[in-house]
């Protein structure tokens, strides 16, 4: 029955936007319409875009979302883990993450784009970035949270640094940063596409860039469309692989926030 | 299992060389009101070979303390802590500890969490599998292998604990409150099963409580703590009949006479610790 409803409510709102489109109530110029959305997708898909075939614009932003993803997550992680377990460093580096953090990180993608030029570079470094504090400070204080008491038990049972690293505190922090996961990937995506908007030679980022240049309502929504898809995709496989790796946590159970 | 059971018949009757001996142990905390907190001060015990012991205190003296100590979980500020005559440093392979509260790992499957110890010092997969395996059927859990600790009652996650530290064969086994979180059914059933465990297993166990039932039900002796700092204030020997079933013993006229004996130590030290606690200050 909700699903019926769901699909009710975006039918309407989409027919009174197509609605007042055709009574001329708001101007097709500025706002575009539903329909040559959709116009504008069939184009890109069987002729392919201005800047070449769709799919492959999808893929140079993936593949920028992914590798930005990836880094990101690994260095956040360790770098979380590290701070997290060594309270000293935590203490010397406190103020230096601060900072950064603070920074509105969006504006780096044009110190990113000067210093790597307009190819994959510099969206990659764009996504790392947003990535990075995200896991960062899910990983920190996951490593912080670790329960004592489970450290002394996995000594007692005979547990060296590793094995208690590997057995208590990655596991015990897991919950943590995988919730911080899925916010993550929305910043990637955003990060590869940002850099697209700001200076690149292809990607579904220039798609938009190019449409609004041309005053095309239309092109910049279809190239959301292709975008939200793919982000939509990455939730499911993450939840996906949330599902896996907590599997040993009471469902229902609400996991940590992650720190945005 | 033999020497065991041979070392069981005379309990406490200090034949036997201790196995773990506590030297004038003490332990000092720093607070920022007072300088420093001592928390346990001279503290002598020894520990014979398959000797139950139960250290009785009330809440709050630093029974853990003194266990955690043990355990190397925690340095003493004084004193020392010899196993089989050598100095003990730092986590020991012959110690166990079933702790208070649930120390099982919760991403470990049952199978995962009593394999644990094995794994940590060195058994093959196979070999630590096989070994845990024994253990969860002893400990009555055949069948729960490939649940998580979340799907287990509190008392199935005792058990879990307690095969955790029993598959490492420790000689000396520490226990700090063990059955607390359980319902006073589970705990006497857990108390029995405990009786049966060590008895196979034949380890020296120092049991920190305070449930004087529990305590002469399980021990050989029962040491009453003072209120903090901890000291031994007192020693009662057991005399009751092995083996015992922790839910009947409680009828046997010698228990309820210990029973007396032992509470007219402790109940002094439980009023210090009573009114401490209800100062203001």
């Known amino acids: 029955m909700v699903p019926v409803i769901q699909i009710a409510i975006l039918v309407a709102l989409l027919g009174a936007w197509q609605l007042a489109v055709d009574t001329k109530s708001i101007s097709e110029f500025f706002f575009g319409s539903p329909t040559g959305t959709f116009r504008e997708l069939y184009e890109w898909i069987r002729r392919g875009t201005v800047q070449g075939p769709l799919w492959q614009q999808a893929w140079v932003t993936l593949q920028e979302t992914l590798i930005g993803f990836g880094i990101g997550v690994v260095l956040g992680v360790l770098l979380g883990m590290v701070l997290g377990r060594i309270p000293l460093l935590a203490r010397i580096f406190n103020v230096y993450i601060g900072t950064l953090n603070s920074v509105p990180r969006i504006v780096l993608g044009s110190v990113f784009i000067i210093w790597f030029g307009l190819g994959m570079g510099s969206k990659i470094a764009l996504a790392v970035v947003l990535v990075f504090f995200t896991v960062f400070f899910n990983a920190f204080q996951g490593a912080r949270d670790v329960d004592a008491g489970l450290i002394a038990n996995a000594k007692i049972l005979g547990a060296g640094r590793a094995s208690v690293l590997l057995n208590v505190v990655l596991p015990s922090a897991f919950s943590w940063i995988i919730a911080s996961l899925r916010v993550a990937f929305g910043l990637a995506i955003t990060g590869a596409v940002v850099g697209e908007i700001l200076g690149a030679t292809q990607g579904l980022g220039l798609l938009i860039q190019q449409s609004q240049g041309n005053f095309d309502p239309d092109g910049v929504y279809a190239g959301l469309v292709v975008t939200t898809l793919l982000a939509a995709v990455a939730e499911g496989l993450i939840t996906l692989l949330e599902r896996r790796l907590l599997r040993w946590k009471p469902r229902g159970r609400p996991s940590p926030a992650p720190a945005t | ?281």
Not at chain 2, 40 to 56: K, M, Q, T, W, Y
Not at chain 2, 69 to 95: N, V
Not at chain 2, 106 to 134: I, M
């Open chain 2, 1 to 281: 299992m033999r020497s065991s059971i041979a070392a069981r018949d005379a309990p406490a009757s200090g034949n036997a060389p201790p196995l773990l001996e506590l030297r004038s142990l003490t332990k000092r905390f720093a607070d920022p009101k007072q300088g420093a907190r001592t928390v346990v001060e001279g503290f002598d015990l020894e520990l014979r070979p398959g000797e139950f012991c139960a250290l009785i205190g009330p809440t709050g003296c630093g029974k853990s303390t003194v266990l955690s100590m043990i355990a190397g979980l925690e340095r003493p500020s004084g004193g020392i802590i010899l196993a089989d005559g050598a100095e003990l440093t730092g986590t020991d392979p012959r110690t166990g500890f079933v702790f208070q509260n649930d120390a099982v790992f919760p991403w470990k499957t049952v199978l995962g969490n009593v394999a644990a110890g094995p794994r940590f010092r060195g058994a093959g997969r196979h070999e630590a599998g096989d070994r845990a395996l024994d253990w969860i059927r002893r400990v009555g859990l055949s069948g729960f292998e490939q649940h998580y600790p979340h799907q287990l009652s509190g008392g199935m996650r005792k058990r879990v604990a307690l095969a955790q530290t029993f598959v490492n064969h420790p000689r000396i086994l520490l226990m700090d409150e063990p059955f607390s979180g359980l319902d006073a059914q589970t705990r006497q059933i857990m108390a029995g099963e405990l009786l049966g465990l060590w008895e196979a297993l034949g380890a020296s166990v120092l049991f920190v409580t305070h449930d004087l039932e529990e305590a002469i039900a399980l021990a050989d002796r029962v040491v009453v703590l003072t209120a903090r700092p901890a000291t031994v204030k007192e020693e009662f020997v057991v005399d009751l009949p092995r083996p015992r079933s922790p839910r009947e013993i409680r009828f046997h006229p010698r228990f309820v006479e210990l029973h007396e004996e032992i509470w007219s130590s402790l109940s002094g030290e439980v009023q210090i610790a009573y009114d401490r606690a209800t100062t203001v200050i």
